[in-house]
């Protein structure tokens, strides 16, 4: 018998034809990973998936809860050049924060008032004696003047407005 017909009988592959195939799989393998660690070095392909991360610090954090017991969490955020004031609402069905509204305070910066003898940098206080609490946050604005941004929800909308004193 010859030495083909031998192999047509037998349906393994020999040894030599595993070891084969297992080194081409792993010089596809090392061919590949160079190809990439290459690509990779490149500096133009770097800059264009490299992760942009953004200039955002939390600054101050506060809970407010509506007499309909709807809950928000307000967070005093420093991001770029400017301080966002994000209001997210708690789904009572997935007890999820999702965002509801942000509140954008351009070229502002971080300040904080004395309350009671207590520095306050994002608040909620009953301003205007009228029962029902606002949330305060206090900026600085480019020229140095002192802001104090005054949010107030509204119940028949569903959201907070600012409240703007009309002088």
Known sequence: MTRTEQQDLNPLPSNNDKASKNNWQI??????????????????????????????????????????????????????????????????????????????????HEAFMMVKSEPINLGIIDIDNDEIKEVICPTVDKSGQSRLNVLQYNAELKQFNPVIESI
Not at 30 to 51: H, M
Not at 61 to 70: D, G, I
């Open 27 to 108: 010089y596809i393998m090392i061919g590949l990973a160079l190809t990439f660690a290459i690509i990779s070095s490149l500096q133009s392909i770097r800059n264009k998936f490299e992760f942009k991360s953004d200039d955002r610090k939390i600054l101050a954090k506060t809970l407010y809860k509506t007499e309909t017991n709807e809950e928000f969490t307000f967070l005093k955020v420093k991001h770029n050049n400017a301080i966002l004031l994000e209001v997210y609402q708690k789904n009572p069905e997935t007890f999820a924060f999702e965002l509801k509204q942000h509140f954008t305070f351009e070229g502002d």
